[in-house]
């Protein structure tokens, strides 16, 4: 009956893994509750959203003044609007150069792509020009479009979209171009996270085969651990299937997680009917399981526990890690107990691996001194590598070195100034006063100044380029008058600069009341920590140096959000790995019921987290959502075997605390041995990924369980015997 049961639901989980699908939303690490949130929210009703473009770089080479490269691209950008989804494109074609005439102000064409002479003239104006320029490369050698898209809902909308505007490229016989935006990298992180999940998954199935194979010599005995590991796997799968939970960048880390949690739970309980020698089958079934299932199910209980700490966190992908993670390891407990004494058989050997446990425990605790020494030189070198911890993130430098993601972000930030959205709210301290008084001008000059000299962007709008557009044009079109003027001449260019809102000039910088207006312009990739420096200065700089009672400024925007999210969540995940401390210490003081057994259970898997970050710190990894999550996993992962060790150690009748050690070490030895390194031996299959998250998840995993592993062999059998 049983079996029907198994092989059934298995094959209904499975058939609901087509409703699993990939996505990578830079706006769902953003914390719901955050005040930043709530006010980005506000500027997005105002304005759109800042992350819904992309930036589009075609070149030709020695330049994109010749005529035939421009009608060309003039032809296709004439097609643009058919693509649906667009919603605006920016660049030299919808510019015109606007002159003052008897009868108003006429727009003239920037650009005349089929008359050499006239655009030599066009090339000269357009490169000197203030505003012009920021749609042409500093070279000379790329047209710059930036082209604005709805805010899509769903991946498959944003794919479509994607390919579309690719084919409109193709069919135009337009192929050197440079394509970056929130959508191309998203897309590169999607398809990264597909091939991890697909590759290692079948990895870790087959390193899990190999090893147990040669651990055991026995097929039927590797059997029993891989069926119930994938068991768990399918069932938690199909049941995020049901529930249509979008795979992120994090839930790459579950399929091992659940893979490695059952197999521990199952070579447990192999390991335990292997040792039992009652002649009986049925009772040597009854012994093992009842030998083995509280430990099992404390373990399952506190990992489970660690993970659903996460929950604490207001970040959606970290909040179903948390969840799927631990209800992953419940299931994997219900399906070893509920199945996996179905699969055992009579006729599994006894136990053939002989490890020289007595051997093992003499020598360690004769050796006490020198292993208490050298663990407190490397606790105390740990927690200097600890301290050169620094929170940074670069979004690009997760991917391979040769992606060519990477390198066209990499190439407009060298060639435009900058890919990355960067936006600041400016707004009236006086509500009834308008965006264009000319005292709030004044002080908005300020801000200009100092983003352009001292804040390092190379392009940004506001509202005081239309300002100086339209002085530009009272005074005759010459660039030298591209700047604010004197409040006298400001005045008399109310009527300009009346026609130019009339126009949409200035559509996405001020909004419909001229109330509320923002700098937006584009970054370079400078990393989390180096641009939330520089955007700490420009608040001082603001309080210090800018009237506060005319105007009021605050950065927002997405990248913005994405910076601070990095560091708060880095934070974040620390308190929730404290949180999952204490509710790990509540369950083992009720098991325990000892203080001295729920510090003996503590402190050896802490150690192993403070080695790590030492290394990370020496290393220079830099401490981010995709590192800091490490620890949380590493605990809830790691005091398994902590547990393990100290139950069996729990159930010795032994007086003497050294024949207890051994007979622990007889008892539980072996499994804690075989389970680490599966575990190790998985995570270790990350480090050959090109994708630094990957990489990153991989290498401190494997490190965290190996440290964890020798601990619990070496430095726990010590602290047990004082």
Do not use: C
């Not at 003044?65 to 097609?79: G, N, P, R, T």
């Not at 069926?227 to 992120?248: K, Q």
């Not at 446990?357 to 030189?377: E, F, M, N, P, Q």
């Not at 934070?571 to 401390?581: D, F, H, P, R, S």
């Amino acid at each position: 009956m049983l079996y029907a049961v198994w092989l059934i639901s298995i094959a209904f989980f499975v058939s609901q893994f087509p409703k699993l699908s990939v996505a990578f939303e830079f706006e769902k690490f953003f914390a719901d509750d955050n005040e930043d949130k709530v006010f980005f929210e506000y500027h997005v009703n105002k304005f759109g959203y800042d992350n819904d473009y992309l930036l589009l770089a075609i070149e030709n080479g020695p330049s994109v003044f010749e005529s035939k490269f421009l009608q060309k691209v003039q032809a296709w950008q004439s097609e643009l609007d058919s693509i649906k989804g667009i919603t605006e494109t920016q660049s030299i074609f919808q510019l015109k150069h606007l002159i003052k005439s008897p009868y108003g102000i006429t727009a003239v064409p920037l650009v005349h792509s089929e008359d050499a002479k006239r655009l030599k003239r066009d090339s000269a104006r357009i490169m000197s020009h203030p505003l012009y320029s920021n749609f042409v490369s500093n070279d000379a050698r790329a047209l710059i479009f930036q082209i604005n898209h709805e805010h899509f809902k769903t991946p498959n909308n944003e794919l479509v979209f994607f390919e579309t505007l690719k084919t409109s490229l193709a069919q135009s016989n337009i192929e050197n171009y440079r394509m970056v935006g929130k959508l191309v990298a998203q897309q590169s992180f999607i398809d990264h996270i597909r091939s991890d999940f697909t590759i290692f998954l079948g990895l870790g199935i087959a390193v899990t085969i190999i090893l147990l194979l040669l651990i055991y010599r026995s097929f039927n005995i590797m059997l029993l651990p891989l069926l119930m590991s994938v068991s768990s796997l399918v069932y938690l799968l199909g049941f995020m299937a049901m529930l249509r939970i979008e795979l992120s960048i994090l839930s790459v880390l579950i399929p091992p997680i659940i893979l490695f949690v059952s197999t521990s739970d199952a070579i447990h309980l192999v390991n335990a009917y292997r040792q039992n020698e009652e002649s009986d089958f049925i009772k040597r079934l009854k012994s093992s399981i009842k030998k083995v299932f509280s430990p099992t199910l404390l373990t399952s209980i506190t990992t489970a526990l660690g993970f659903f700490s996460l929950l604490i966190l207001p970040t959606q992908p970290i909040q179903e890690l948390g969840v799927f993670a631990g209800i992953g390891v419940l299931i994997a407990f219900g399906v070893n107990f509920l199945f996996g004494p179905l699969l055992i058989r009579r006729n599994y050997k006894g136990k053939s691996i002989r490890l020289p446990y007595k051997k093992w425990a003499v020598k360690l605790i004769r050796a006490r001194k020198t292993v208490i020494t050298v663990y407190a030189v490397l606790i105390s070198i740990s927690v200097y590598g600890f301290f050169q911890l620094k929170t940074d993130a670069y979004l690009l430098k997760d991917l391979p070195e040769d992606s060519q993601v990477r390198n066209d972000f990499q190439y407009l930030d060298s060639a435009f100034g900058g890919s990355k959205p960067w936006e600041m709210a400016i707004v009236p301290a006086d509500e009834h006063t308008s965006v264009f008084n000319y005292a709030f001008l004044k002080e908005a000059i300020k801000i200009d100044h100092y983003l352009r000299d001292s804040f390092g962007i190379e392009k940004v709008l506001s509202p005081l380029d239309l300002v100086k557009y339209a002085n530009q044009i009272d005074k005759g079109g010459a660039n030298q008058f591209y700047k604010v003027p004197q409040k006298e001449a400001f005045e008399k260019q109310k009527g300009i600069r009346r026609q130019l809102l009339s126009r949409g000039v200035a559509e996405g910088l001020v909004d419909s009341s001229r109330q509320y207006a923002r700098f937006a312009g584009f970054i370079p990739e400078w990393g989390s920590n180096d641009t939330q420096k520089r955007n700490h200065a420009l608040k001082a700089f603001i309080h210090k140096e800018v009237d506060e009672n005319i105007l009021s400024a605050r950065i927002t925007g997405t990248t913005y959000l994405i910076d601070k999210s990095n560091e708060n969540l880095s934070i974040e995940l620390m308190k929730g790995l404290i949180v999952a401390v204490l509710m790990i210490a509540m369950v083992l003081a009720v098991y325990f019921k000892s203080f001295k057994m729920l510090l003996i259970s503590l402190i050896p898997n802490f150690i192993p987290l403070l080695f790590t970050a030492g290394i990370m710190g020496f290393m220079g990894v830099p401490l981010k959502l995709t590192t800091a999550i490490i620890f949380v996993v590493a605990f809830g992962i790691a005091v398994d075997d902590t547990i393990h060790f100290l139950g069996a150690y729990k159930k010795q009748k032994a007086k003497s605390p050294i024949w207890r050690i051994i007979k622990t070490f007889k008892s539980a030895g072996l499994a804690i041995l075989i389970t680490s390194v599966l575990i190790i031996g998985g995570f270790v299959l990350f480090t050959l990924s090109s994708f630094a998250t990957t990489f990153y998840l991989g290498l401190f995993l494997s490190l965290a369980m190996l440290f964890a592993l020798l601990t619990d062999l070496i430095l726990l059998p010590l602290l047990l015997r004082k």
